[in-house]
């Protein structure tokens, strides 16, 4: 049997004491998600992996936070174009920061960062300005 990753986390938005303009970047946010490849044809990131709270009273206080989460067959490998998928949907949605968990059976646990230089990114926003930090956990050394 090949080995298997997992992979999960979340993007969070910034909250904003402007609650249209929130809605706004809510509502975006949603369809850039539902845009997402469904079914067996996606192959690293697609639209059932995703989820977020919609009611101010069901998780939803401020800040929208966008969960996700998946399984593969050895992601690792192809690791590079996994990101590369990730940072091209980042683009497109309002965040402020992103965290990427990647548990693998060979190489262990990795975190990874993604943060905003300016404390929000937009999707009008040309490129991707941030700071992405790389955490290894192993018990190699234990």
């Not at 939803?60 to 998928?85: K, M, N």
Request: aromatic share 14%; glycine share 4%; charged share 25%.
């Amino acid at each position: 049997m090949e080995s298997e990753s997992i992979v999960y986390g979340c993007i969070r938005d910034w909250p904003s004491a402007d609650p249209e303009q929130c809605l706004r970047r809510r509502v975006s946010n949603r369809k850039v998600l539902r845009a997402l490849p469904h079914g067996e044809a996606w192959p690293f990131i697609g639209r059932e992996m995703f989820s977020y709270c919609s009611e101010a009273e069901q998780g939803l206080y401020q800040t929208q936070v966008i969960h996700f989460g998946a399984s593969y067959r050895a992601v690792e490998y192809e690791w590079a174009l996994w990101v590369e998928h990730f940072e091209a949907l980042l683009r497109q949605l309002y965040w402020s920061s992103a965290v990427v968990h990647l548990e693998t059976e060979l190489a262990g646990a990795h975190t990874f960062r993604w943060e905003t230089e300016t404390g929000s990114h937009n999707p009008q926003q040309s490129e991707l300005r941030l700071r992405c930090a790389w955490e290894r956990e192993s018990s190699l050394f234990s």
